[in-house]
């Protein structure tokens, strides 16, 4: 291995050169905009989140109750055949305690983590659930295996989104 | 090991400017049913899937890991490709080849629909220190071309007015089609100029839709298809990105596509020996342009082959029989799927009202569009 040290001199580069112009630079903003059909399943799902329930579909040959909802099994290869209401109560399988924001920024002195979690929904097969967050709950005592259940926004503020569901909190 | 590759079976949703009663995943699993359905497969039977996604059109990033359940590739070998169907086609035509796999499905779909700011995405395609801050609207590239190639050719607005006349009204006859029309010459040249020489409706609108075919080796071919359709030649080129030193007046990706193709088809004069062409007009005068490039005639007497009817459904060399892009809509990474499946549905006789008599070898070609210079050809006999 070499271990020569190679001293480059150059200039160094801070954020505030590009912001103010000091060195050249081009920049582009997208306006990217899409609207996803929701298609049948997943139109279903949003509709019945805003009623404040949970649906999901059966498939009868592996007899698998799926959310979130589809309209062929992935697995079978055919069309499922059901709507099936499940519970809003559920068991953690996986959660983290995140410290980091999206763009990858602490969170503030005092401010709580983010606690993402997998939730195996009750009445849904086994491994079905819903990726959401955890709320009134310490990180400390989050638990695999821990029960939960969705506490939901007023009927006025629900839209149709998973984030009528506003988190979930253990029973 | 295998030498020959079949298609044994096709699958297809219409294509239409909107589905807002279907996902995407929905639309691609209606294709892949039927077109397992018509192979006598299940997805068990398939060894790997091959499925063609452009992270922007469909608006996620890595958007292959969204591929496999509505093709029943769940835990199965799946690989995504960034480009044309036929493309994905082709690759799945190689990994039959190794001889290890055997039956091998290919996917593609458009939910054009969906991307609300699709000027803007296309511009996104444009280079960002070059382009990007002169450009208004990506279709002046096509403006830009055409008025090259008609400079160049002496062929006329007129001429390339036919050919969006000639397609629209195939695409009438077309129940996937979704832009048909019984249209004039005159109504090409009055519509409203987007980027001059080019008008509104030289422009191939878009659609949405989805395609997925089954591939398969000889010999499995031959079980499970009463009417396989071989694929005899396959090319594909890409020019440089530049806009800067391209050539505007002919796309010479096509034209070494078309020369490894019909090298490996083994085909020393196209227009003699094949029957009938899908190629991409997704703006009128490309299907001009890309009748010389794939050497149906010399350069500047594609306006003339339109003049004569030549390329009519009735004609010596019927082009673009399905109605096209002009007539089916432009779906993007989809596009090259559409054409193929024409010539595949045309092979088998199963084309209806458009179908060609005695239609037996069969050219489809895919341009994956403004600002790009990749050219795919796949030639399939019956």
Not at chain 2, 189 to 204: A, G, H, K, Q
Not at chain 2, 270 to 299: M, T
């Amino acid at each position: 291995m070499n271990n020569k040290k190679y001293d480059f001199k150059g200039t160094p580069l801070r954020g505030s050169d590009i912001k103010e112009k000091k060195v050249l630079t081009t920049s582009w903003r997208p306006n990217l905009q899409y609207a996803w059909d929701d298609g049948v399943a997943i139109g279903r799902y949003l509709k019945e989140l805003k009623n404040g329930k949970i649906i999901a579909r059966k498939c009868n040959k592996c007899e698998r109750i799926m959310i979130p909802p589809r309209m062929f099994c992935e697995l079978c290869f055919r069309a499922t055949d059901e709507w099936v209401y499940v519970e809003n109560t559920g068991v953690i399988n996986t959660f983290s305690i995140s410290y980091v924001h999206w763009d990858a920024k602490r969170i503030k002195e005092g401010e709580k983590p983010f606690i993402p979690a997998v939730i195996e929904i009750d009445g849904a097969s086994e491994g079905m659930g819903i990726l959401h967050v955890l709320g009134e709950v310490d990180p400390e005592d989050v638990k695999s295996g821990m029960r939960v259940k969705a506490v939901w926004k007023s009927p006025e503020e629900r839209i149709g989104a998973i984030t009528d569901i506003k988190y979930f909190k253990p029973i | 090991m295998t030498e020959k590759v079949a298609i044994v079976g096709v699958g297809c949703t219409n294509f239409r400017s909107t589905t807002p009663d279907l996902s995407y995943r929905e639309l691609t699993y209606e294709a892949a049913t039927k077109a397992y359905e018509e192979a006598g497969v299940e997805p068990k039977d398939i060894d790997s899937f091959v499925s063609t996604a452009e992270d922007f059109f469909e608006g996620y990033s890595i958007a292959d890991e969204y591929c496999p359940d509505q093709l029943g590739a769940v835990l199965k070998p799946v690989n995504t490709i960034a480009g044309d169907f036929l493309q994905s086609l082709i690759t799945a035509y190689m990994q039959i080849l190794t001889g290890r796999l055997n039956i091998v499905a290919v996917q593609a779909m458009s939910k054009a629909s969906n991307m609300t700011t699709l000027k803007e995405l296309e511009l996104f395609a444009f280079d960002p220190v070059f382009n990007r801050p002169l450009a208004e609207n990506p279709h002046f590239v096509a403006g830009l071309e055409m008025n090259r190639y008609l400079y160049d050719t002496k062929i006329t607005r007129e001429q390339c007015a036919k050919v969006v006349v000639k397609n629209k009204l195939n695409a009438l006859n077309n129940p996937y089609a979704g832009h048909g029309a019984k249209i004039t010459v005159e109504d090409v040249l009055n519509s409203e100029i987007v980027s001059y020489p080019l008008t509104r409706l030289d422009i191939s609108p878009s659609s949405d839709g989805a395609v997925v075919m089954v591939l398969a080796s000889e010999e499995t071919a031959k079980k499970l298809s009463d009417k396989p359709i071989w694929i005899r030649g396959v090319g594909w080129c890409s020019d440089t990105f530049s806009l800067e030193s391209r050539d505007w007046a002919q796309p010479i990706s096509t034209k070494i596509a078309a020369e490894m193709a019909y090298k490996m088809a083994k085909i020393n004069d196209p227009k003699r020996e094949i029957d009938l062409v899908e190629l991409s007009d997704l703006f009128s005068y490309k299907e001009l342009q890309h009748l010389e490039a794939l050497k149906f005639c010399s350069k500047g007497e594609a306006g003339k082959m339109v003049d004569d009817g030549v390329t009519e459904i009735g004609g010596e060399l019927p082009v673009n029989p399905s109605g096209g892009s002009l007539g089916v809509g432009n779906l993007y990474e989809c596009s090259g799927a559409q054409k193929a499946l024409e010539i595949i549905l045309q092979l088998r006789g199963e084309a209806g009202k458009r179908q060609i008599k005695n239609a037996n070898i069969g050219l489809a070609h895919a341009w994956r569009g403004v600002p790009t210079t990749t050219s795919v050809i796949a030639i399939f006999s019956n």
